[in-house]
């Protein structure tokens, strides 16, 4: 099907669906913010008698009140607070409340804790994680926290979400092929854990900055050395490391620490996230959610969570009926909750904990310890504290939903994040007035929901590609494959609308159908015939071709890359309700493009022989196993971590740079008689920094945003990463004009790597920086 698109004219059709949802979300929108009312407890206005409960008193600390309210039920009553719908006590005031909201990239109705179907119709989607990632902008990230949990609170104190969020997802994009991918900030240890602080600082923080209160509760997810959901028979819920070790897929401490662990560290450590979700798979034979080294060793003892740790969704069922790692439910909830598991999405422990209980599997002070850690989360959020309008953000409601500053900074997170791949001379930015008749095609021109990806709610509006695009100039649009798959092409007609353009859009990709929860890819190409579109097009065409990629992971895009009658490539992501005026203010010009890749895009030779199962970072030689990510791999790329262009260029100074780091060893030190490769990342001087200063120069002709990364090569010891992340920064320059960007270079948190055993190590000899685009030698000796 084609139709002309008009500027000012006839939109009717590609409009109908966002202009009914925007439509239908201003009429129902209540102004009245209390025409529904949150769950909480301690209502001393209906029950005065309440008043006399320590749990229920606010001068007391929040240990006494939780000791006092643990103490006050009984075994039954407990057992129910173990489990994600926790049922209330009502004679103590307390009602039911579902522990299960997510927010991974605006409020979503996944889970049971929230909905959309009452006073607020719809919230902010902002960009899947994936692209916001690409921002490299560590405000930015903040700031869409601070969004989301506004919109949140809102929401709870019209009964329409919860206080508890399970975002965000902070796993590593080990491999290309998973299909939540595009949920994580992709493959670098430092930029993943950069953003969990930042996004979970935004979505907790209080407008007072009390660290012992929270906006909304969020939780890093998911612990641990998780990236496998369902790729050729190998499922997330048995995915087991020792069974598979013929295919060398245990996880060493080496990677476990160097790039598994480090985001859900910095969450708990500099963030003070208020939980973690353990997940279903096993590492080195134990499912995560009954490892009492990872949970109660690690989390609550090195890291020292302020919080609870919950399961992923029927996890601890998983681990009996699925794993078959216990003989019985009762077992698999003792081991669970022994281990340090405090909650459980789902029911299962709320059915067997009592049997566990009696069989004496488990204490009743065991089930004490696991809910006090839910109920203290509870109190930080004012739970207990009474009617929330009388609380802090007692005043929000539906008129602080989807608000227009709300809703710009989700165009805005989306500009950030899209990266330009290529870009010929004469190709971007378009000019709307050399641009008469423009081709808009590709099954992913026109669609709204595989904009907002996975785990999504229901966005303010929507504004497609097709759309935005046509707000500048007319279009005539054609689809090209009914849907991604495109198991079948309409050459005949996009060649027609594109050879009679003066440019041609191609916006080609993936949806859920090819990536998402529960679905690996198994290929890295573009869907079925989508590559034999995108060329048969460009032969064609007789102005610019742009081929827009809307997906979660990279794509092996060889032939565009290499075609010369393809112009340029931009990665879009999935980009939020606002992409379309995202994608359309970058084509024309309105937004120079900052974003960079935050994940590798390879060959597809190069997962020809590359089980997703096998977890080793690094390579083997003696195997040919290429190792994972920039880091470690250093085989051909289509696109390389960091990959990006701007309409401008810059040019990079050093400042006189730092050449030597002396550290000053003990009199009795080893290495002082012995030569040595490395020394312990501890010592008199930890907390020593040098500063690194780069001179930037935007030396184009137009305003820019430059994103300036700081990565090092450290020298070859501990099988060490071929080149790792340290910082990055953006700068915001006109044309002609500089700033100096600082990075401070911490010598034992960033000249140190994990050595074999997992402890950090001090690397002696030459460490070669990458600061921008230039590289120079520190030497580090003692």
């Not at 899209?418 to 008469?436: D, H, Q, R, T, W």
């Not at 895009?601 to 190069?606: E, G, H, I, N, S």
Request: hydrophobic share 35%; aromatic share 8%.
């Amino acid at each position: 099907m084609s139709y002309p698109m008009q500027t000012k004219g006839n939109r009717a059709l590609s409009f109908v669906s966002t202009l009914l949802l925007s439509i239908l979300f201003f009429i129902s929108k209540p102004s009245n913010a209390q025409s529904s009312s949150p769950k909480f407890a301690c209502d001393v206005t209906k029950n005065p008698s309440l008043a006399g409960y320590g749990f229920c008193n606010t001068g007391l600390n929040a240990e006494a009140r939780v000791t006092d309210l643990v103490g006050r039920l009984t075994l039954e009553e407990k057992i129910g607070f173990l489990v994600s719908k926790a049922t209330g006590v009502s004679r103590l005031g307390i009602p039911d409340y579902n522990w299960w909201s997510e927010a991974l990239h605006g409020v979503s109705d996944v889970g049971d804790g929230s909905s959309f179907k009452g006073p607020v119709p719809g919230a902010t989607s902002f960009p899947q994680v994936i692209l916001t990632a690409a921002s490299f902008n560590v405000s930015l990230f903040q700031a869409i926290g601070k969004v989301v949990s506004t919109e949140a609170r809102a929401m709870y104190n019209v009964g329409a979400a919860g206080l508890t969020f399970w975002s965000p997802n902070v796993n590593i994009f080990r491999d290309p092929r998973w299909g939540r991918g595009q949920e994580t900030p992709g493959e670098d240890p430092t930029l993943v854990s950069k953003y969990a602080v930042a996004y979970v600082k935004g979505l907790q923080g209080t407008d007072g900055g009390d660290p012992n209160l929270l906006k909304v509760a969020a939780c890093c997810k998911h612990y641990t050395a998780y990236d496998v959901d369902n790729w050729k028979g190998v499922s997330r819920y048995t995915f087991n490391s020792v069974v598979i070790r013929k295919h060398r897929t245990f996880v060493n401490q080496q990677d476990m620490d160097d790039t598994f662990q480090p985001p859900f560290k910095s969450c708990v450590v500099d963030g003070n996230v208020a939980s973690v979700m353990c997940s279903y798979n096993q590492v080195n034979g134990k499912p995560t959610c009954a490892d009492p080294d990872l949970l109660s060793g690690v989390i609550r003892g090195q890291w020292k969570l302020n919080g609870y740790i919950v399961s992923d969704c029927d996890s601890v069922e998983v681990m009996y009926a699925n794993q078959h790692y216990t003989k019985t439910p009762e077992e698999a909830v003792a081991k669970s909750m022994l281990a340090g598991l405090d909650l459980n999405c789902d029911h299962f422990t709320g059915q067997h904990a009592l049997g566990a209980v009696k069989a004496g599997l488990v204490n009743e002070t065991d089930v004490d310890t696991a809910i006090s850690n839910n109920f203290a989360t509870l109190v930080r959020l004012g739970f207990f504290n009474g009617d929330p309008k009388k609380q802090p953000y007692g005043n929000l409601g539906p008129q602080d939903v989807c608000t227009a500053e709300n809703q710009e900074l989700a165009r805005e997170a989306a500009r950030q994040g899209i990266v330009l791949l290529k870009n010929s001379p004469g190709s971007l930015p378009f000019s709307p007035s050399a641009i008469k008749t423009l081709a808009v095609i590709g099954p992913n021109a026109n669609v709204t929901d595989t904009m907002i990806g996975n785990y999504h709610g229901v966005p303010c509006k929507y504004t497609t590609p097709l759309q935005g695009l046509v707000e500048t100039v007319s279009a005539t649009y054609q689809m090209g494959c009914p849907n991604v798959a495109c198991a079948e092409a309409d050459i005949d007609s996009a060649t027609s609308v594109a050879a009679s353009a003066d440019a041609v859009v191609l916006v080609m990709g993936t949806d859920l159908s090819i990536e998402r929860e529960d679905h690996d890819r198994v290929d890295l190409f573009l869907p079925g015939k989508q590559q034999q579109l995108v060329t048969e097009v460009a032969k064609v065409a007789k102005g610019p071709v742009v081929l827009v990629i809307m997906s979660g992971g990279g794509l092996d895009v060889t032939f565009a890359k290499n075609d010369p009658k393809i112009t340029s490539i931009m990665w879009v992501g999935f980009p939020g309700q606002a992409g379309g005026l995202a994608i359309a203010d970058v084509i024309f010009g309105r937004h120079n493009p900052s974003g960079k890749l935050p994940m590798t895009w390879y060959p597809q030779l190069y997962v020809e022989s590359l089980p997703m199962s096998n977890m080793n970072m690094r390579p083997d030689n003696s195997t040919g196993y290429p190792g994972r990510t920039y880091r470690f791999y250093t085989g051909e790329t289509i696109y390389a971590f960091g990959d990006g262009i701007s309409y401008t260029h810059f040019n990079h100074r050093l400042i006189k740079p730092p050449r030597l780091v002396f550290l000053s060893l003990a009199k009795s030190h080893p290495c002082r008689t012995s030569k040595c490769q490395s020394v312990d990342a501890i010592g008199p001087y930890c907390g020593k920094a040098i500063e690194v200063q780069l001179r930037v120069r935007n030396a184009g002709e137009r305003e820019g945003t430059d994103t300036v990364f700081l990565f090092t090569t450290p020298p070859a010891v501990h099988r060490s990463p071929v080149k790792h992340l340290l910082a990055f920064e953006k700068v915001r320059l006109g044309k002609k004009e500089k700033a100096v960007v600082r990075f401070n270079v911490d010598v034992c948190k960033d000249l140190s790597v994990v050595d074999e055993t997992g402890k950090r190590k001090i690397a002696l000899g030459v460490h070669v920086l990458h600061i921008g685009s230039l590289k120079y030698s520190l030497i580090v000796r003692i």
